[in-house]
């Protein structure tokens, strides 16, 4: 299996020079979906790995010009878009990652897939593996990404065994091929019910902070906060607590998530990239 202690220790960053451009390609999880930003758009852990990444640039002796300028010439894309099953990352982002040929991509996809009924997670992997191949062979260094562990997730609770073999086969990938790992099954922090958004499948922005963060440190990255520190205690939540959200998250969630799939719909009908091309923060 594909080993983080190893990334972290090594550290892309510090085995390969500085990180000039990010390209992320993948769905919702991406995006961002669950952290919204200003308009309607949403920030995510991509955006906020995209930061500390800038980040390693702001100083004076990596900007090219002499300058301090912020962030440095760090350029950062962000081709994901909710909904979309690998196929369609396949076919929508890669050729245009590709194209952009940044120093690293984050790639995950795959989870779509995963939890429609009756979908192969070693069908799905094989898939996987070849879209790993053709980006390896044009960008820099292809960051992938596990599932999560989803036994304390209700709604995805039922698919863990399914995530995991899916998870299994992406780290056997990232050894064939080299590629650090994004281990997300092994982040105990997003086991806690604040990491999800109210909707059950994404995370909160805190969640999505947390990631960022552990995204940073598998490139050898130093961070400011322990992305696997303890939440703050809560109070107990009862029974009739615990039910009155479940019905406000059927109602609100489940049900219209049921009827897009009943109408062969996705959220991500009608929605593009929010950043398609390499461009400063």
């Known amino acids: 299996m594909a080993d983080d202690s190893r990334n972290i220790r090594q550290g892309v960053i510090n085995r ?48 090219q010009d002499g300058t301090a300028a912020a962030h440095g010439h760090f350029r950062y894309a962000n081709l994901a878009v909710r909904g979309r099953l690998l196929d369609q990352i396949v076919e929508e982002q890669v050729p245009r990652a590709k194209e952009l040929a940044p120093d690293l991509v984050s790639f995950c996809a795959g989870g779509n897939d995963i939890i429609r009924p009756g979908t192969d997670p070693d069908d799905v992997a094989e898939r996987f593996e070849r879209a790993v191949a053709e980006l390896t062979r044009s960008v820099g260094t292809v960051l992938v990404t596990t599932g999560f562990d989803t036994r304390g997730v209700p709604v995805l609770r039922h698919l863990r065994g399914k995530i995991a073999t899916y998870t299994a086969h992406v780290r056997s990938i990232a050894d064939r091929y080299d590629c650090p790992v994004l281990d997300l099954w092994s982040l105990r922090s997003v086991q806690d019910r604040r ?64 009827g897009r799939r009943l109408r062969g719909e996705s959220s991500g009908d009608h929605v593009e990239a929010k950043r398609p091309d390499l461009l400063p923060l």
């Open 16 to 63: 390969q020079g500085a990180i000039e451009s990010y390209a992320a390609i993948g769905d919702s999880f991406t995006e961002g979906v669950g952290d919204p930003g200003p308009e309607g758009t949403f920030v995510g852990w991509a955006d906020r790995f995209a930061v500390i990444l800038a980040d390693q640039l702001a100083h004076p002796e990596t900007a």
């Open 195 to 258: 990491a999800w958004d109210g909707d059950r499948l994404h995370l909160s922005p805190e969640g999505h902070t947390r990631v960022a963060l552990r995204a940073a440190q598998v490139l050898g990255l130093d961070v400011p906060t322990d992305p696997d520190q303890e939440w703050p205690p809560q109070a107990h939540r009862g029974t009739l607590e615990v039910r009155r959200d479940d019905i406000h998250w059927a109602r609100e969630y489940l049900v219209p998530w049921i």
